[in-house]
């Protein structure tokens, strides 16, 4: 007779990340230094809160992002749906540009070097940009038939999403982001008969968010707590949406400096503002945490530095972390001077 044998049952953690094959590990993660610096360093000697943008990161997303595109497309450059995004430029499917184009083709003085185009930001579907470059294809086309000339450049502005955590989305962004390539491969296709020109007209792109988001990392600190009376434990943390305009539309990663063991209970992340409103994540899994406790957010590198305000707050510094693994200060943090020079005597 077979012997009963007991089941084996494995701990896998969070189920959906273990289904995809990611981590199973379990949430909050350590992160006890960002590119080899440790973490409790940069908060001695910059203070908290404190940016910290790794030079690594964006060199690499630069150059994945390049490879992927120049492998479709031979000449490309980079600098830098719904709801439409109508407020700029001219509308193709009105006539707009093409009456833009007509007016350019009468002057003697302007010529039509290239046409440019900008379909949003953080586009999870990689076929709006197979969309946005067939219909370029066919206006290019258009053009170069009445001028008789052929275009020099095109740009499809930005847009590509990096891995945040959009609010509403169900699946973490290892799953519902595309990868660079998804994108690369929308866009080449459409565009192989500029491709083969030679030479092939310039392809512009204007990458923002995804090439230095995940680079940029806010240490923030544990002020104080207090238990909410829906039972939630409140952390007050020194950076809120004074510094994260971002927070509205994303949910950040959280991690800590070293682990904290103990029971995780539902919490909230208030920033350090006076409003209801200053909340950073008002549903995250935490072990009871002390004061000074340092807090690692993630990514944050796109639209929070240049969308912040001083608010009974000071904006921080922000630090960088070079490929050398050097940290240099891209700008200090500010002073009530700073405040008070700009005020009428
Ligand atoms: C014309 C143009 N190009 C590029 C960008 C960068 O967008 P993203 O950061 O989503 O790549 C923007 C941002 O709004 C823009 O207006």
Not at 23 to 52: A, H, M, N, W
Not at 233 to 261: M, Q
Not at 306 to 331: C, D, H, N, S
Request: charged share 25%; proline share 6%.
């Amino acid at each position: 007779m077979k012997a009963y044998s007991k089941p084996n049952i494995v701990k896998v953690g969070n189920p959906l990340y273990a289904k995809h094959g990611a981590t199973g590990q379990v949430y909050p993660f350590v992160r006890e230094e960002i590119e080899g610096i440790p973490v409790s360093k940069l908060v001695k000697k910059f203070g908290s809160p404190l940016f910290v943008f790794s030079e690594t990161v964006m060199r690499e997303k630069y150059r994945q992002t390049f490879q992927s595109i120049k492998a479709r497309y031979p000449n490309v450059l980079n600098t830098g749906v719904y709801p439409v995004w109508s407020r700029f430029g001219f509308n193709l499917e009105n006539g707009q540009a093409w009456a833009a184009v007509r007016r350019i083709l009468k002057s003697r003085k302007l010529r039509v070097g290239g046409v440019h185009c900008h379909i949003g930001t953080f586009i999870l579907d990689p076929t709006a940009y197979s969309k946005a470059a067939r219909k370029l294809s066919e206006f290019i086309k258009n053009i170069e038939n009445i001028s008789g000339e052929k275009i020099q450049f095109l740009d499809l502005g930005g847009g590509f999403a990096s891995l945040s955590h959009l609010k509403g989305i169900y699946q973490p962004p290892e799953v519902a982001v595309p990868s660079v390539e998804d994108y690369a491969e929308a866009i080449g296709k459409e565009l192989s008969w500029l491709a083969s020109r030679r030479p092939a007209p310039t392809l512009f792109m204007e990458l923002g968010r995804h090439l230095v988001d995940e680079a940029g990392f806010l240490i923030t600190q544990v002020v104080g707590d207090k238990l909410l009376p829906d039972g939630r434990r409140s952390y007050v943390i020194d950076a809120g949406v004074n510094l994260l305009y971002t927070s509205t539309w994303y949910k950040f990663r959280v991690d800590l400096d070293h682990e904290v063991k103990g029971l995780m209970t539902p919490s909230v992340l208030n920033g350090p503002l006076c409003m209801n409103i200053d909340t950073v994540d008002e549903a995250i899994l935490l072990p009871r945490l002390k004061r000074h406790q340092n807090l690692i957010l993630s990514p944050v590198g796109a639209y929070n530095v240049t969308q912040w305000m001083q608010f009974i707050q000071y904006r921080p510094a922000i630090v960088l972390i070079t490929e050398k693994g050097k940290v240099e200060v891209l700008r200090r943090a500010e002073r009530l001077e700073d405040l008070n020079q700009l005020e009428s005597a």
